[in-house]
Nanobody
Framework: QVQLTESGGGLVQPGGSLRLSCTASGSIFRINAMGWYRQAPGKQREYVAT???????DYTNSVKGRFTIALGNAKNTVSLQMNSLKPEDTAVYYCNLNGRDLRFLTQDYWGQGTQVTVSS
């Protein structure tokens, strides 16, 4: 079983920055990609960014140029550097891992979520 532990959320003023981190632990055969999703109050969970094990990144349009996703040196950690934050970025941010488990089945794993609030 894989566990994802997130950290780094909090309260920040508009225009400010936050850095989210996520560490994967447990047994997995191969990580395909790690990423971040978010869910604002009253809205569905939405995609934010992903990075493949090879380093290819992708972002939703609303965060391009402001957010940067990166893998850690150990390849089981992912960070999301968020700059120029806006009130509409307020949401619970969830870490996601897509990979193959020890039965070689492709699975999606989720963290517990970390709150990001952008407000003056």
């Amino acid at each position: 079983q894989v566990q994802l532990t997130e950290s780094g959320g909090g309260l920040v003023q508009p225009g400010g920055s936050l850095r989210l981190s996520c560490t994967a632990s447990g047994s997995i055969f191969r990580i395909n990609a790690m990423g971040w999703y978010r869910q604002a109050p009253g809205k569905q969970r939405e995609y934010v960014a992903t990075i493949t094990s090879g380093g290819t990144t992708d972002y939703t349009n609303s965060v391009k140029g402001r957010f940067t996703i990166a893998l850690g040196n150990a390849k089981n950690t992912v960070s999301l550097q968020m700059n120029s934050l806006k009130p509409e970025d307020t949401a619970v941010y969830y870490c996601n891992l897509n990979g193959r488990d020890l039965r070689f089945l492709t699975q999606d794993y989720w963290g517990q979520g970390t709150q990001v609030t952008v407000s003056s």
